[in-house]
């Protein structure tokens, strides 16, 4: 094969393989959310009461325990799930119960949920149940909200701020 | 498996024939694939060390001081970005492209295992690095894979709070942040790089550099393609808006879209999975262990030519621990021997000439015995008739050549060519056995036990001990090395090998007698 073939042929083979990288080093494009939609998130970590409240030991449980280990009261560390629901415009957005966290799910809760919704004006209601009731809920809040396409609206929650926090932009 | 295998390995040999017309054996990417890797390696090290010197570790300061080296300073540091990116997307190619052809070859399992597995982090690292790469520019393309990355984390049951929740508002990220992130990208790399050390660890001589031909242009191809397209930022992070459309480097992120559809879980099975299958491979099912090569120190006098050509550095020189005057001898770790027989052609007692004492090198394979090479070369040799007799030598690993065998061509294999000793083509030209010897085996360049190809021709040379014997007319050797689907190219060559021959002063009507007589001499 001439020389110039060769060289020619060469060529070719560096241009498809830049061709190959270059191409695909960031194309084609991924669409990861809807442009015409916003998104709600709900996303916070809480501690839930205890499943059940400390009780002090008989002094026949004391005997029995240890004698290094021996204490008074007797506090179980297991949390109850936390049940959140969102509801926009009277329509439930989300309704779920939540483990804590931990091998003895004796940590906090950890809640990270996205929600792409339409933009516009809505009206939302958070309500969260963090104790052993069996009804109602233990915290609720409300808010009138307008949203962007693309918009990120964020649902945290904090107990020493008494409730739901809103972001908005 | 096996079928699978051998139509993968037909396919890479077509592709391997149009670079082999295009670039020459010396030069083909496919045979040089794992130097390549090494070579983006070191362009994305150097040009990543330009990088760190402008890069600025902050929330705003990480973008804006990209910017200003892909705009501003577009001349230096923009080639130097776009560099850094294409030859990390060149690096991913060539890593998946070698294991690919490794399987496909068959050259990971038994004591081949080690390669193998060892090149396995190496893609968790590979890819870590460029992640990590990425999010440290902290674009929308950073954001979102910032949060996809972490999700995926968070989709274990070992944290606590969700990482993810860091990237919730601007104002929870902090410049930390990227202080970590340049730990990481900067961390990985380096492990990668004891990681490439030890991958290579087996091998002697192992091959880190790409030809200078073939590394110049795959240069000009990168600086090329970086300044008709520069590497550039998409807009920069804002946590207050989704990221909607992303231009993802499908070198490195083919799996993000998957983490959208399926569960953080299901990814990591499948992630955990894949990796857990390939650790495994080699012994699924296990390779044919076939006996190592052994030492006979009756005959070994240390001369270390065996410990030199060794592809796989299984042997080494140790002193003598047989009271002989020799001061070493040589030692085959049965752990690293492939038993391919290259260090058997490079004892110089292995000569086929030795008719006084058994024939025994001071080094061979007891299911390949240099004896048994001989008598078979003589059996095939007695079945010849006529002009133009060749003798083919061939590797147990490419073309079966025991196809061709006629009354015009006798045909040997062992299991790697560099296992013939060069004095087996002087016996059977000066003994008459036939009018030529023809070698073939794996492709140039691409030895299935890496330098068989290279020490024959070396040997044949005169270049590398042991030489052949000057007297041998060089005309009467022949060779084409071809793999596994050039048989009609093979057939080809090896006509025009006895057509030459046929030219050549009428040696074969005259020996045939001889021939009988030598191999009788021979086998007493």
């Not at chain 2, 990208?185 to 990668?192: D, G, V, Y």
Request: hydrophobic share 45%.
């Amino acid at each position: 094969m001439p020389k110039l073939r060769i060289l020619l042929g060469q060529i070719v083979a560096f241009i498809l393989f830049a061709l190959l990288i270059g191409y695909f080093s960031n194309s084609p494009s991924y669409t990861y959310h809807d442009p015409e939609m916003a998104l709600i998130m709900v996303s916070f970590s809480h501690a839930s009461e205890h499943k059940e409240k400390c009780r002090r030991f008989t002094q026949e449980e004391i005997a029995a325990l240890a004698p290094n280990m021996r204490r008074t009261m007797d506090c179980p560390r297991e949390r109850v799930p936390v049940y959140v629901e969102i509801m926009m415009d009277g329509n439930s957005l989300l309704s779920k119960s939540y483990n804590p966290t931990g091998l003895a799910k004796d940590g906090s809760t950890s809640i990270y949920e996205s929600i792409p919704v339409k933009p516009g004006q809505h009206q939302l209601i958070a309500r969260l149940r963090d104790s052993k009731r069996e009804g109602g809920f233990d915290y609720e809040s409300s808010i009138s909200i307008s949203l962007e396409p693309k918009e990120l609206f964020i649902i945290d929650f904090r107990k020493d701020l008494d409730g739901f926090l809103f972001s908005e932009r | 498996m096996s079928a699978l295998k051998k139509i993968l390995r037909t396919g890479f040999e077509h592709v391997e024939d149009w670079f082999d017309v295009v670039f020459g054996a010396k030069w083909n990417p496919l045979y040089q694939l794992g130097a390549l890797g090494w070579f983006y390696y070191w362009i994305v090290v150097i040009s990543g060390i330009y990088l760190y010197i402008f890069f600025d570790t902050g929330v705003t300061q990480a973008y804006k001081s990209l910017e200003y080296l892909t705009h501003e300073q577009w001349y230096a540091g923009g080639i130097m970005r776009s560099l850094h990116r294409y030859a990390s997307d060149a690096l991913v190619v060539m890593m998946m492209v070698h294991l690919l052809r490794e399987f496909a070859m068959d050259r990971f399992r038994s004591v081949r295992w080690f390669a193998w597995v060892t090149g396995v982090p190496m893609l968790w690292m590979v890819f870590a690095a460029g992640i990590s790469g990425y999010w440290m520019v902290w674009d929308q393309l950073a954001q979102y894979i910032a949060i996809t990355t972490a999700e995926l984390f968070d989709s274990l049951p070992f944290f606590g709070e969700a990482i993810a929740r860091n990237f919730l508002t601007d104002a929870k990220l902090s410049g930390r942040f990227f202080t970590l992130m340049v730990f990481m990208h900067i961390a990985l790399p380096l492990f990668l790089l004891f990681i490439m050390w030890i991958h290579i660890q087996r091998h002697a001589s192992p091959k880190v550099n790409p030809p200078k031909g073939l590394a110049v242009g795959t240069f000009c191809m990168l600086l090329i393609l970086s300044f008709i397209k520069p590497a550039l930022s998409q807009p920069p992070a804002d946590l207050s808006i989704v990221p909607t459309t992303v231009n993802l480097d499908w070198f490195y992120m083919p799996l993000y879209p998957l983490l959208d559809n399926v569960s953080g879980i299901t990814v990591w099975i499948v992630l955990v999975g894949a990796t857990a299958l390939l650790m495994m491979m080699p012994w699924m099912p296990p390779g044919k262990r076939v006996p190592v090569a052994v030492v006979n120190l009756d005959n070994c006098n240390g001369c270390s030519r065996c410990a030199a050509d060794c592809p796989f550095g299984a042997i080494s020189m140790e002193p003598r621990s047989d009271g002989s005057a020799y001061e070493q001898e040589a030692v085959v770790n049965t752990s690293h021997c492939t038993s391919c027989g290259i260090c058997v052609a490079s004892c110089p007692t292995a000569t086929p000439f030795r008719t006084k004492t058994e024939l025994s090198p001071g080094i061979e394979l007891p299911e390949n015995k240099i004896k048994e090479l001989r008598e078979k070369t003589i059996a095939a040799s007695n079945k010849l008739i006529g002009g133009d007799r060749v003798i083919v030598y061939g590797c147990d690993n490419s073309l079966n050549p025991a196809e061709m065998s006629d009354t015009k061509v006798g045909v040997v294999t062992m299991p790697c060519i560099g296992m013939l000793p060069p004095s087996f083509i002087d016996f059977v030209l000066s003994r008459k056995l036939a009018d030529g010897v023809f070698l073939t085996g794996c492709r140039e360049g691409d030895c299935s036990f890496r330098l068989g190809i290279k020490w024959t021709d070396a040997r044949i040379a005169g270049e590398r001990e042991p030489h052949i014997r000057k007297r041998v007319n060089q005309e009467r050797i022949g060779k084409y090395w071809a793999g596994l689907t050039r048989s009609k190219e093979f057939f080809k060559e090896l006509t025009a090998f006895r057509m030459r021959l046929n030219k050549l002063s009428p040696m074969q009507t005259e020996s045939r007698n001889d021939t009988k007589e030598n191999s009788e001499k021979v086998d007493a």
